[in-house]
């Protein structure tokens, strides 16, 4: 998302004075990249409206805080990202449906191979995210998995964090990323499968 930098100058100067013209503006502008931002983290549109309230007003609170020789767009979305997380930790117990992530994915031999390998599956998950004909049923696999997997691999494979960004965000070590984002694209993997066993 782009912006003129005349209209992000009008912005983010009638956001720092309060002006009410502006701030309507500025919601009907950014509320629909951002809900969408946010609705890859959340498993239904009423949390992820609620995040997007709360992450509305945050922007506005701290408009102060945006250096302006940077596009803002960036740093909108990070406000929106790191609103999501902090929401997900807050509620994960209570609103996680609870997965047997082990039980899902596929089994491996001791040398690595699979024991009952998925039929048909050539494809790397990193190109499925781009596969825009699995549609649904890719969003589904990542809605289904558990919030500490969903989260590194929506903001590595969607969102195009780094791995040091998303250990930051996350407060984890990158090998513990790396491992939960491979663990959550051999689960997507499977669920899948079945998705190229009929094409073929």
Same mark, same amino acid.
């Given at each position: 998302?782009?912006?003129?930098?005349?209209?992000?100058?009008?912005?983010? *100067?009638? =956001?720092?004075?309060?002006?009410?013209?502006?701030?309507?503006?500025?919601?009907?502008?950014?509320?629909?990249?951002?809900?969408?931002?946010?609705?890859? %983290?959340?498993?239904?549109?009423?949390?992820? *409206?609620?995040?997007?309230?709360?992450? =509305? =007003?945050?922007?506005?609170?701290?408009?102060?805080?945006?250096?302006? *020789?940077? +596009?803002?767009?960036?740093?909108?979305?990070?406000?929106?990202?790191?609103?999501?997380?902090?929401?997900?930790?807050?509620?994960?117990?209570?609103?996680?449906?609870?997965?047997?992530?082990?039980?899902?994915?596929?089994?491996?031999?001791? +040398?690595?191979?699979?024991?009952?390998?998925?039929?048909?599956?050539?494809?790397?998950?990193?190109?499925?995210?781009?596969?825009?004909?699995?549609?649904?049923?890719?969003? +589904?696999?990542?809605?289904? =998995?558990?919030?500490? %997997?969903?989260?590194?691999?929506?903001?590595?494979?969607?969102?195009?964090?780094?791995?040091?960004?998303?250990?930051?965000?996350?407060?984890?070590?990158?090998?513990?990323?790396?491992?939960?984002?491979?663990?959550?694209?051999?689960?997507?993997?499977?669920?899948?499968?079945? %998705?190229?066993? +009929?094409?073929?």
């Amino acid at each position: 998302m782009s912006i003129r930098e005349i209209d992000q100058h009008q912005i983010i *100067e009638g =956001l720092k004075s309060q002006n009410a013209d502006t701030i309507d503006e500025f919601v009907h502008q950014f509320s629909r990249p951002l809900f969408g931002v946010i609705l890859n %983290y959340t498993k239904n549109p009423s949390d992820a *409206e609620e995040i997007l309230q709360d992450t =509305l =007003l945050k922007i506005i609170r701290k408009i102060e805080t945006f250096r302006e *020789e940077s +596009d803002i767009w960036p740093w909108i979305k990070r406000i929106a990202v790191n609103n999501s997380i902090m929401w997900l930790r807050k509620y994960r117990a209570a609103r996680e449906r609870e997965i047997q992530l082990d039980d899902s994915l596929p089994q491996f031999t001791t +040398d690595g191979q699979y024991i009952n390998p998925p039929f048909g599956w050539s494809v790397d998950p990193e190109e499925v995210m781009l596969n825009r004909e699995l549609g649904g049923e890719l969003y +589904d696999a990542i809605q289904a =998995l558990p919030f500490e %997997y969903r989260v590194p691999l929506v903001l590595r494979d969607i969102e195009g964090y780094s791995i040091k960004q998303i250990s930051s965000l996350l407060g984890l070590k990158e090998p513990t990323t790396k491992t939960r984002i491979h663990r959550a694209r051999l689960f997507v993997r499977e669920k899948l499968a079945h %998705y190229f066993e +009929d094409a073929i």
